[in-house]
């Protein structure tokens, strides 16, 4: 045997003192749910899955810190001191001044959408969220997308393709002017590229840029630590940089932003809005008490506001998020080793299938990554989700909208499963692989 190769194993840096034991289903009963589910993954009850790889939304498993801090829920109406204590995290692990509880990251683009946008104003952003997007128009303004090419090409191995191309932002400054432009909306981790990173080298030009022009930057801080992950781990000098000191960093270039706590900060439910303008935070404060809670809960059950203090901190550990992305990864490389093809490089919160390659004998027409979710399921009870024809949904005369990636979604929850899941996973995935299916 070798012995001068051997891996140098990350591991996860807990363990495990409760379990959530699962629905274990014959194939018969997959058939049957997924017939009356009409082959949609989305339509099954989570009872009838067994690996649940929707979403990795509010779907994370708390600590024992984070529970014990549940029970130290101050449920005062106003001044609670989860608040106080949260606002402290915040300010001590983001360095953003004012923070607004809000119900999860949604309401905190609500209410910022409605304080900096004016009707006609033009928003740039690193590629679009559903929820940001409508928030933003809704407020009257318009979304643009400034991310670079790369982003949107499945084969490009470019280490950095959350990036800003400030190019096309320059071109909507000049033709609309800085006046129209309030914010770039810049998210970290950009989750419909597939969790891709922003360097930090873009965001340093951003902000040298939109300090010329009077812009703000609005960070969408959903996947910030995954991000920060990536930094450390491609960019030149911040090797020896810890993750805490990373998404400060991250932080610093930027004005304000908006978090769904429901992601890297480890709870079921949470967000907030943190800005550094006072008139900003003013006017914030105010709309919160219409929309979501007074300014001292926002919606939210000071317990939950204790255990989204404590998951932030727990989500900038260096060895928590070096398990987290590497078990994405080592999902990811399963895959590979399988020649299932992933978009490339793998995210840090999911992987990618491109339907299409994998199962080149089914025409769009037949819905490949809607195939593939339903074969998976079928063969072991994982559910992935769909992102190709089917989410795209439909034109007004009924017919199909095609969009050009027909791509199945794995989204790995934190903290929740383990290698030997993974590992079916990807088995699972390769089977369907020779599964014939009659044209
Ligand atoms: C989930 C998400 C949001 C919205 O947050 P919710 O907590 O679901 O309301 C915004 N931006 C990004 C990038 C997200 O992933």
Not at 237 to 251: A, L, T
Not at 280 to 286: D, L, Q, Y
Not at 398 to 409: A, F, I, M, T
Request: glycine fraction near 8%.
């Amino acid at each position: 045997m070798h012995m001068k190769n051997i891996r140098h194993s990350w591991a996860e840096p807990y363990k495990i003192k409760m379990v959530e034991l699962l629905t274990m289903t014959t194939a018969a009963q997959r058939k049957k749910a997924l017939v009356a589910a009409g082959y949609n993954t989305f339509l099954l009850k989570s009872e009838q899955v067994y690996i649940d790889l929707l979403t990795d939304s509010g779907t994370s498993a708390m600590s024992d810190r984070q529970w014990a801090g549940m029970m130290l829920g101050d449920e005062a109406y106003a001044g609670s001191r989860n608040f106080y204590h949260l606002e402290e995290v915040v300010q001590q692990t983001y360095g953003y001044k004012y923070l607004v509880p809000t119900h999860q990251g949604r309401g905190a683009e609500n209410i910022l959408s409605k304080v900096l946008i004016k009707k006609g104003d033009i928003i740039p952003g690193n590629m679009y969220f559903t929820t940001t997007r409508l928030h933003q128009e809704l407020a009257g303004g318009k979304f643009e997308d400034v991310i670079i090419d790369e982003a949107h090409n499945p084969e490009s191995e470019f280490p950095f393709k959350g990036n800003i191309d400030l190019d096309k932002l320059d071109r909507l400054v000049k033709k609309y002017g800085a006046k129209r432009i309030p914010y770039v909306s810049m998210a970290t981790s950009v989750n419909m590229a597939g969790g891709q990173p922003i360097s930090m080298a873009n965001l340093k030009a951003l902000r040298a840029y939109t300090k010329r022009h009077g812009i703000k930057v609005i960070h969408d801080m959903t996947r910030v630590a995954e991000n920060a992950y990536f930094i450390k781990e491609r960019e030149k000098g911040y090797k020896d940089k810890s993750i805490r000191q990373i998404v400060k960093e991250i932080c610093s270039y930027t004005d304000g932003a908006t978090m769904s706590a429901k992601k890297d900060a480890l709870v079921n439910i949470g967000g907030f809005l943190a800005v550094n303008d006072w008139d900003v935070f003013e006017e914030a404060r105010n709309l919160v008490v219409v929309y979501e809670g007074l300014h001292t809960y926002g919606g939210l059950a000071g317990r939950d506001m204790e255990a989204m203090a404590i998951g932030i901190g727990e989500s900038v550990d260096d060895d928590h998020i070096r398990a987290r992305v590497g078990q994405v990864i080592y999902l990811g490389q399963k895959m590979i080793e399988y020649d299932i093809p992933i978009v490339r490089p793998i995210g840090g919160h999911g992987i990618f299938v491109d339907a299409k390659k994998f199962l080149p004998h089914i025409p769009q027409e037949q819905y490949p990554a809607q195939t593939l979710a339903a074969e998976i399921y079928l063969d072991s009870g994982v559910r992935t989700m769909e992102r190709g024809v089917v989410s795209a949904g439909r034109k007004a005369d009924g017919s199909n909208y095609y969009p050009k990636l027909e791509l199945v979604r794995f989204t790995i929850p934190r903290r929740v499963y383990t290698q030997a899941h993974m590992d079916v996973i990807a088995e699972s995935t390769a089977r369907a692989h020779l599964t014939k299916h009659s044209p």
